[in-house]
Every structure is written in structure tokens, then in C-alpha cells.
């Protein structure tokens, strides 16, 4: 059962547009979610949060969406560079439990 | 700060051989200590995961096993490899009493 989707695997953007990366969710009980950012041959980095509490967090020039009634957040980064080119996960979590990791999407922004 | 120390960093291994992944942790006592594997095309599934020495609990029935000897240390284990065990392995630690984890830079393992 995946709890957490992202049904896109990968993302093609132009530097400088914005880049928007979408997470789908089941379990009504999550009320903390996470993005992550994966390079090749490296461990997955924290990027931003946000709480169940809350329907948008902003951190420069990254920004995470959380919309409880569809089940979806999104990770909005404006303007997208070259070094943002990664795998994102997101994640998610209730009451302090595991995290829930969604299938990851690959971002490649073009110069 | 924290930091995670994984090796090694690649793997070739044969079908049928064992294994064991080290992992150690510092700069907090008594961490929450995970172990995930990124399988090709797929996202981060969680193995294991342990609040103390001694107590590890299992996520996903398989033939890999994992122990905590140590406060700091996290190992992952198996018998005999299978080639679906192939994969790219990461640690993780708790971050404080937060909700996020800080890996490790992980452990590509390729069984052959």
C-alpha cells in the first residue's frame, strides 16, 4: 500500500522558470510532511517542511504547498537552476511515526 | 552537529555470498537510527530501524537482518544474497525530536 505517491518520475525545466513537484497522499493521518533532495551516489538532504497546521511554507527560493482536502502538496522552486537538478522525495509522517517516502521524481533543469 | 560514516561506499557482492554494511553515528547518544534501501526506479523503503542497543524492528519481511551492538553503530546483515537485494542502501538518524532524518551518503551494492 503506498501511502505517499509521486506520480511523475521526472520533470524537464528551463533555468529560471519555476519548477513544481507534486505528492499525493492517502492516509488522513499524516500531519507533517517533508521534501528531500537526492544527488547520485549521495544520501537524501532535507529541503523543507511543513505542518498539518499550516498550507504554505516558504524557505528563499523554495516553497512547499499543502492542500489537506486533496491529499496533495507541492514543492514550488522559482527561479530553477542547474543545481536543483536531483531526485525530490517527499515524505511524511504522523504523530512523530516513521517517515513515509514517496517514489521520488527526478528534476533536470536546462541552461 | 551530526554526522553519518557508511562503508563502504560501493559493493560488488556474488549470489549466495553474505553481507554486512556498517554504519556509525556521531555527535548524539542514544539516536533513532534507520536503515532504507533506493531499489532502481523505486523510492526510500524502510528495513529497520532502532531506538537502542539491542532493539531493532523490521519493516519488511526479507532475508536481510540487521543489529545494534552499540549506541552508535547500526549494521545490516544478511546470510546469503539474493539479486533483488541489490540496491543503494542508506543510514539515518533522527534529527533532535524533530521529524526529519540526516542520512548518510550510502552504500551502492550490486549482487551479481
Known amino acids: 500500500d503506498q501511502q505517499v505517491k509521486q506520480n511523475s518520475p521526472s520533470l524537464s525545466v528551463q533555468e529560471g522558470r519555476i519548477s513544481i513537484l507534486n505528492c499525493d497522499y492517502t492516509n488522513s493521518m499524516f500531519d507533517y510532511f517533508l521534501w528531500y533532495k537526492k544527488y547520485p551516489a549521495e544520501g537524501p538532504t532535507f529541503l523543507i517542511s511543513i505542518s498539518s497546521i499550516k498550507d504554505k511554507n516558504e524557505d528563499g527560493r523554495f516553497t512547499v504547498f499543502l492542500n489537506k482536502s486533496a491529499k496533495h502538496l507541492s514543492l514550488h522552486i522559482v527561479p530553477s537552476q542547474p543545481g536543483d537538478s536531483a531526485v525530490y522525495f517527499c515524505?511524511?509522517?504522523?504523530?512523530?511515526?516513521?517517515?513515509?517516502f514517496g517514489e521520488g521524481t527526478q528534476l533536470t533543469v536546462n541552461p | 552537529s551530526q554526522t553519518i560514516h557508511q562503508w563502504p561506499a560501493t559493493l560488488v557482492q556474488p549470489v549466495g555470498s553474505p553481507l554486512s554494511l556498517e554504519c556509525t553515528v556521531e555527535g548524539t547518544s542514544n539516536p533513532n537510527l534507520y536503515w532504507y534501501r533506493q531499489a532502481a526506479g523505486r523510492g526510500l523503503q524502510l528495513l529497520f530501524y532502532?531506538?537502542?542497543?539491542?532493539?531493532i524492528s523490521s519493516e519488511v519481511p526479507q532475508n536481510l537482518s540487521a543489529s545494534r551492538p552499540q549506541d552508535r553503530q547500526f549494521i545490516l546483515s544478511s546470510k546469503k544474497l539474493l539479486l533483488s537485494d541489490s540496491g543503494f542502501y542508506l543510514c539515518a538518524q533522527r534529527v533532535g525530536q524533530g521529524q526529519s532524518l540526516h542520512f548518510g551518503n550510502g552504500t551502492r551494492l550490486t549482487v551479481t
Open positions: 515524505a511524511a509522517s504522523f504523530s512523530g511515526s516513521r517517515l513515509t
Open positions: 532502532s531506538v537502542g542497543i539491542g532493539q
